[in-house]
């Protein structure tokens, strides 16, 4: 059984004053290779936890993760990170920064050095490969630790809101990047958001999130990533089902937070 | 008092002038266009003129207080009198009066001390003479020649025409004259505004000591020798400590148990200050070169094992996963990340580390030491030396300093991403 298999994975967390917070009830999926799913939700919903889980930090209370069959129970290279931004190591520069997976393989700079200058003019950086982390822009080092992650090929590749923290036009370019290294390396690729548009856009398939405790509230099956492969995404967004989708998702959204914020109430 | 005023009006007249002559040569870079400054720490940089203004008034001041010969004399505050003085006092002996003249020599410390002639000269009262050193003061029987004298009920009346009396005084134009209760007169030479030399010598003095001390050395060591042995102390406690105290933080950044084991230890040996721990290192190891290092050794342990430990526990932790799905081993990580992401607080922790240990070194000599330049300093105290005492001083500063620039400079170079993340 190959690609990524999450069977009823339930996480509850013990707080120190007694309670405990269940983060995340009965989560089932399947991710064959190559598929790519944008998963959207609530503030407070388990998207995160549910991340770690797939990606081997944190060990469920209930359930398992497969990998291609077998358990998963700690980090691999296998399933490769990119994190929302702090990620990436200042003491090295960039091009050390993309290298590193392979180097920690053990492979020499004959082995990867090819590889790793493609990745950097694949994202656009090859000027700025001996430059220092920290003289980099937002988005720069996030398309840094794209190449890097992509550098030490992994199966899978998850992402926790990788654009959260750039500014609009920004976030557009790396979508569109995100989209071509997707149908260009055939990785299967989770991705954490908050934007319904970039979920619809990024999502094959789309993941709605419910709180309280975290669970599958519905999913999609969506043509707007295979269209934006070729596509500027602003023609996508002109596609009939995208704002009927996009209003579809909104609402539900809303509908959750507000039964949050009226739970809160009655409990304050 | 005077003193500080001066300085203070130097302060204050320094940034009037500076601002007058530099207010039309602003450049015009992007902090000067800057219109809010005030509470925008990155606007306040230090002007140099004043950090020049300010070094050149302090050896100013000290040179004219201490009637310096490396600035010209107009500057020099008030000095102490030296040279002739005379003044006359008369005595009223049962309704007679007479006048007589007591002739004063202020001489330099080390100068000749001779007691001007005089001629006796007429009336009952006769004229005095008498010798004494700069910053000294003598009393004198003026009436111990007269032929009446206060054991026939003579009394001395006043001094340079102006009425006296036991317990008052007069002021002369060298000296202040004061009478004893029972009628002697205290000659006081004025002492002007300068500081004496046992107090504090001058600039030059204290160059020329340097110079003489580098060249001849001081008890038995060069001057390069003392200052060596201190660094030298210094470095080998400093870089122990550091070789013991970096790996025991890592372990307590990285182990439970060892955490748990030395928290304790750490916890409590941090606010005891080195210097508390000299009469007992003194008597476990005594004064020599082993005392001293196991001191320094104890001094920077400490404070390099904090710093290493803080140094693992501010890794952010998205660092280490994502080392981890990068497929690093637990040793790569360590190498790779934990160790060059701790490098910045260990940098800082050496700083303050050689900081201390020097400041300990001195203690440490000045309490017992055959060599080093606390030593230097405590032998020179002892014989009032002051020139030399300053001269250490001086020279502890600026070691203390270098020290610093180049550890800031070590970590310019060496952790140039040190507080950019
Ligand atoms: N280490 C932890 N200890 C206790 N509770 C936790 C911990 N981590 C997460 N939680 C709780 O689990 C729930 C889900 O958190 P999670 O971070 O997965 O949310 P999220 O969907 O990623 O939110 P956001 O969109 O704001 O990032 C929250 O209620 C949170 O308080
Ligand atoms: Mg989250």
Redesign the pocket.
């Known amino acids: 059984m190959s690609g990524l298999t999450i069977e009823n994975i339930s996480?509850r967390?013990?707080?120190p004053n007694g309670g405990s917070?269940?983060?995340?009830k009965d989560v089932t999926l399947d991710l064959k290779p190559g598929e790519l799913m944008s998963v959207l939700?609530?503030?407070?919903?388990?998207?995160?936890?549910?991340?770690?889980i797939v990606a081997g930090f944190?060990a469920p209370t209930e359930g398992r993760i497969a990998m291609n069959g077998h358990t998963v129970h700690g980090p691999d290279a296998e399933r490769g990170m990119v994190f929302q931004q702090g990620a990436l190591f200042e003491w090295m520069s960039v091009r050390e920064n993309v290298a590193f997976g392979p180097r920690m393989k053990g492979e020499r700079e004959a082995q990867y050095g090819a590889n790793v200058d493609h990745l950097l003019d694949v994202v656009g950086l090859q000027d700025f490969k001996e430059k220092a982390i920290y003289e980099l822009s937002g988005g720069m080092q996030q398309r840094v630790a794209l190449a890097r992650c992509l550098a030490n090929d992994p199966d899978v590749i998850l992402m926790?809101?990788p654009l959260g923290a750039l500014d609009a036009l920004t976030r557009e370019k790396m979508q569109s990047l995100v989209l071509k290294l997707w149908k260009e390396t055939g990785k299967t690729i989770i991705l954490?958001t908050?934007s319904v548009e970039e979920a619809l856009l990024l999502g094959e398939r789309l993941l709605v999130?419910a709180?309280?405790p975290?669970r599958i509230h519905k999913e999609y099956r969506l043509p707007f990533a295979d269209l934006g492969v070729d596509q500027d995404l602003r023609e996508v967004k002109k596609h009939p089902d995208y704002n009927k989708t996009r209003e579809e998702i909104l609402a539900m959204i809303w509908d959750m937070e507000e039964e949050i914020m009226g739970r809160t109430e009655e409990s304050a | 008092m005077t003193i500080l005023a001066i300085y203070v009006a130097i302060f204050i007249g320094g940034f009037f002038a500076v601002k007058y002559i530099t207010a039309s040569t602003q450049p015009k870079d992007y902090t000067s266009l800057k219109t809010v400054t005030f509470g925008d720490e990155s606007a306040v940089r230090p002007n140099r003129a004043a950090s020049i203004i300010s070094i050149v008034t302090i050896f100013l001041l000290w040179g004219s207080f201490t009637g310096s010969s490396l600035i010209p004399s107009f500057l020099h505050a008030p000095a102490a009198y030296t040279g002739l003085g005379e003044f006359n006092y008369t005595v009223d002996a049962n309704g007679q009066t007479d006048d007589a003249t007591v002739t004063v020599n202020v001489h330099e410390t080390d100068g000749e001390a001779a007691v001007p002639e005089v001629e006796p000269g007429d009336g009952f009262a006769k004229n005095d003479s008498i010798s004494i050193a700069k910053y000294r003061s003598k009393l004198l029987r003026v009436d111990a020649n007269d032929e009446q004298g206060r054991d026939e009920g003579a009394k001395i009346v006043a001094v340079n025409g102006k009425a006296i009396e036991p317990g008052g005084e007069v002021i002369v134009d060298f000296a202040r004259i004061a009478m004893t209760p029972k009628g002697t007169l205290n000659i006081v030479p004025k002492t002007g505004w300068q500081m004496q030399p046992l107090y504090l010598p001058p600039p030059e003095k204290v160059a020329s000591r340097l110079v003489e001390i580098s060249s001849t050395g001081f008890r038995n060591s060069t001057l390069w020798e003392h200052l060596g042995y201190s660094l030298f102390r210094v470095i080998v406690g400093f870089l122990i400590g550091a070789a013991v105290g970096i790996p025991l933080g890592y372990a307590m950044g990285l182990s439970n148990w060892f955490r748990g084991w030395f928290d304790p230890v750490v916890e409590f040996m941090r606010p005891v200050p080195p210097l508390a721990l000299i009469p007992l290192v003194i008597i476990w190891a005594g004064i020599g070169e082993v005392g001293k290092i196991v001191l320094l050794f104890l001094a920077a342990l400490w404070i390099m094992a904090i710093a290493a430990r803080s140094g693992v526990s501010g890794v952010n932790i998205t660092k280490v996963h994502a080392a981890y799905s990068l497929g690093a081993s637990k040793w790569q990580i360590m190498r790779h990340v934990i160790i060059p992401n701790s490098l910045p607080e260990i940098f800082t922790g050496a700083r303050v580390a050689m900081g201390v240990c020097w400041g300990t070194v001195v203690a440490a000599e000045l309490v017992a030491a055959e060599k080093g330049a606390g030593m230097m300093i405590m032998v020179a105290s002892k014989f009032q030396n002051t020139d030399i005492v300053l001269m250490g001083i001086i020279l502890i500063g600026v070691i203390g300093f270098s020290i610093d620039v180049l550890m800031r400079w070590a970590e310019r170079l060496l952790v140039p991403w040190k507080g950019r993340s």
């Open positions: 996480m967390f013990d707080l917070v269940q983060a995340l939700g609530p503030s407070g919903c388990g998207k995160t936890t549910l991340l770690n944190l926790d809101e954490i908050h999130m709180p309280r975290g």
